[in-house]
C-alpha cells in the first residue's frame, strides 16, 4: 500500500519511504515470522 509517498510493509504494517526498505522488511516478516530491528529502525512515524 502506498500512502503520501509511503511504502506499507504488508505484514507488520511499518511504513517506510522507499519501496525497497518496505520490500526487505516485508520479505524478513514472512521468512521468520518477526521484525528485524536493523530494518524497522527506518521506519516512519505517521
Not at 522488511?25 to 516512519?44: G, P, Y
Request: charged letters at 40%.
Amino acid at each position: 500500500m502506498v500512502k503520501e509517498n509511503l511504502f506499507q510493509c504488508k505484514e507488520c504494517n511499518f511504513w517506510y519511504k522507499d519501496k525497497e526498505m518496505a520490500e526487505k522488511c516485508e520479505k524478513w516478516c514472512k521468512e521468520h515470522h518477526s521484525c528485524n530491528m536493523e530494518i524497522t529502525k527506518f521506519a516512519v512515524k505517521k
